[in-house]
Structures are given as structure tokens and as C-alpha cells.
């Protein structure tokens, strides 16, 4: 009998067990099933493989700005985006320029590090590379296209030229002190900016073998507007410089298709005398 009734009591218990397990997992169960049916769980998300995630990583690839040789790339960007963007500039064309044109390159090598700073850095013989934002604000000014041919005068670091290359024609770029339109050139080859043409010389003459220009901008400040360089200027084309000698001015000149000239005044600015050469020098083709 005690037999017969601890069998009982066993298989009791055990239909109760039965019967709790069943009751708590069939509401689970179901709802699983319908998650499959519906497509709200799929193999792929349901059980991730071990050491992959649902959410890839970005792929970094040959191009990748983290790149340890492109570090420049990152300062560059910033520097677009928060000296240039910012003050107001938009052209998308030339803002990939300047995210693209590794200024340091341009600069010496102690100041490598803060080439995309916002100022101008020193480059030896008392000269200096303009500001980023002066740079793209005068460009912008320029309103340069792919046909034009530019003439520059002040090559300095070689940096304007590298911008206008890749937005103009040909640019043609005059420096006075001879050093540095040697190694603006050099440096200018190396790089494979091969539309661009530097020579040593006095750009109060502008560059007459080439003429005209649609587009002329002086990166040193002369007095007054030089008379050669509005000469030498196309009907129809632009020139941008600062003019003054304490107290300067950007300008923009513009000669229209019947040959008459037209000024406006942009903002102050600030940049280096335009010299006068003491003694004529004898430019050379470099
Ligand atoms: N565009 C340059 C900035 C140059 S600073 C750059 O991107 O780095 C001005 C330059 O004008 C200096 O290199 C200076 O030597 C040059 N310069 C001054 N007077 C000049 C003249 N009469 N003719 C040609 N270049 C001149």
C-alpha cells in the first residue's frame, strides 16, 4: 500500500512539473515563433559568430585618412571647415583644393606643425605664407575657371600657385628674391604641378611674354595699383590685390570687354610690401 501510494504521489508531482514548466515556457515559445514567422529575427542577428558584430566597422582602406603618412589630411579638413567654411566661403571646388593641397610642404620644416594654423608663418627673407582664410578669400575673389590663364606675383612658398593650379589653366608666378622662386620651383616640380611657371623677377613689370591675363593677384602690397599689371590685364578679367602701405586695402580691379576699368574695395588687410627692386634685374626663366 505505502508502496502504491508513493508511486502515486511521485507521478503527481511530476505531472505538476510537467504542467509549471509547459505553462511558463509556452508563452515564450510562442512569441519566438512568431518573431521568426515575421522576420523580426533573423539567424544573422538572433546568434552574432563569435568576435563579429552586428554593426561593421568602417573598412579602412589604402585611402584612408588615418593613414599615418596623411595626418595632414585631418588638419586640413579642420582647417576648411573651421577658418574657411565658417567665415563664409562655399566653393565646394575650391575647398576640396585646400582640403587636398598638403600645406606643410610648403612651409619650413619647423613650422610644419602648425601649417594649418590660422596665420601666416614665416619662409625665410623676411617673407611670409598668407593666412589659409586670405588665401581662399582672394581665390574666391579671383573667381578662377580651368581656361584661364592666372599671373601671380609674390610666388613666396610656392602655396597660392599649388591652390590656383588645380582651379585654373596655366599659372604663371613672378618672385623677386631669387631663392625663393628657386625652391618654390623645385618644390612646384616635385609635386607634379606641372601647368604652373615660376620665374625670378620684378613683378611691378608683370610678366609680358605672357600676356594678357585673365586673371592677375598680388600677394605683396604695392602703394598703388600697378599701371603694367592692369595693362596686362584681358578685357573681361579680374585682378585681386592689397594696395596701401600702413594701412591697406584688398581690391578688386575688373576690366570689362570694352577695355574700362572698375574698382571695389573688399576689406583691411595685412601683408608684406611689394618690393622695389634697387637695381633692374635680369630676369631668367627658371
Ligand atoms: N603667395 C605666397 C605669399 C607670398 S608673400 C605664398 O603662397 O606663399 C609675398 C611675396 O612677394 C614674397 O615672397 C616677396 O618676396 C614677393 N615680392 C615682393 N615684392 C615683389 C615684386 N616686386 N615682384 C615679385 N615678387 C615680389
Not at 515564450?28 to 538572433?46: H, K, M, R
Amino acid at each position: 500500500m505505502i508502496q502504491i501510494r508513493f508511486t502515486t504521489v511521485a507521478s503527481r508531482i511530476k505531472s505538476c512539473f510537467k504542467q509549471w514548466i509547459a505553462g511558463r515556457l509556452l508563452l515564450p515559445i510562442i512569441l519566438f515563433a512568431t518573431l521568426l514567422i515575421t522576420g523580426f529575427v533573423t539567424a544573422d542577428t538572433a546568434l552574432p559568430p563569435f568576435g563579429s558584430s552586428p554593426f561593421p566597422a568602417p573598412k579602412i582602406t589604402a585611402s584612408s585618412v588615418f593613414q599615418e603618412n596623411e595626418w595632414w589630411k585631418v588638419e586640413a579638413r579642420n582647417m576648411v571647415r573651421l577658418q574657411i567654411k565658417q567665415r563664409g566661403i562655399e566653393d565646394e571646388r575650391l575647398l576640396q583644393v585646400m582640403r587636398n593641397t598638403p600645406r606643410h610642404r610648403f612651409v619650413p620644416e619647423p613650422y610644419s606643425g602648425s601649417a594649418y594654423s590660422d596665420s601666416p608663418l614665416p619662409i625665410g627673407h623676411d617673407q611670409t605664407i598668407s593666412q589659409p582664410y586670405i588665401v581662399a578669400l582672394m581665390t574666391n575673389l579671383l573667381d578662377v575657371d580651368q581656361q584661364h590663364n592666372v599671373l601671380e606675383v609674390g610666388t613666396g612658398s610656392g602655396y597660392q600657385a599649388a591652390i590656383l593650379a588645380r582651379l585654373a589653366g596655366e599659372v604663371y608666378s613672378i618672385e623677386i628674391v631669387q631663392e625663393l622662386a628657386q625652391s618654390a620651383k623645385a618644390l612646384l616640380d616635385d609635386m607634379g604641378y606641372d601647368n604652373v611657371h615660376v620665374k625670378w623677377g620684378d613683378g611691378y613689370q608683370g610678366w609680358p611674354a605672357e600676356k594678357p591675363f585673365d586673371r592677375i593677384i598680388v600677394t605683396a602690397a604695392p602703394e598703388k595699383i600697378p599701371q603694367a599689371l592692369v595693362e596686362q590685364l584681358k578685357p573681361g578679367g579680374k585682378m585681386v590685390l592689397p594696395v596701401g602701405d600702413q594701412y591697406q586695402v584688398l581690391k578688386v580691379v575688373s576690366k570689362n570687354r570694352s577695355g574700362k576699368v572698375s574698382k571695389k574695395t573688399i576689406t583691411g588687410v595685412r601683408f608684406v610690401p611689394m618690393i622695389h627692386p634697387e637695381k633692374p634685374l635680369k630676369p631668367e626663366d627658371k
